[in-house]
């Protein structure tokens, strides 16, 4: 067994560790798995590149840049007021232009 020492900035271990605890997990084992996996399948587990947007959700930017540009669409205070809408929307679908998912 040996010990490995890594300088990260705090607030990103404080991040982590917390996302590793809410998992049941602490930092070390973590890390070990970590590199196990590394070990195991001879790779990087990590993805370095950008996701991108399937053909949904593509139509979905352009629709909303569309209503942006032509001040058209709703705006809302709030979540409760969007979920409150959105509630609405699914009792009457005949009043929505786009699904709410």
């Known amino acids: 067994m040996t010990t490995l020492t890594m ?4 607030d990103l271990k404080i991040s982590a560790a917390e996302v590793a605890e ?8 973590i890390t070990r ?3 196990k996996q590394i070990v ?16 949904e959700s593509l139509r979905a930017l352009a629709e909303t840049q569309e209503m942006i540009e032509n001040e058209s669409g709703k705006a ?9 809408a959105a509630m609405r929307a ?3 679908p005949d009043q929505v232009h786009s699904r709410i998912f």
């Open 40 to 55: 195991r399948d001879h790779a990087i587990p990590l993805s370095l590149g950008y996701g991108e947007p399937n053909a």
């Open 90 to 92: 699914s009792d009457a």
């Open 33 to 35: 798995a970590f590199y």
């Open 76 to 84: 809302y205070t709030s979540g409760a007021d969007l979920l409150a």
């Open 7 to 10: 300088r990260i900035d705090e």
């Open 22 to 29: 809410y998992y049941g997990f602490d930092l070390s084992s």
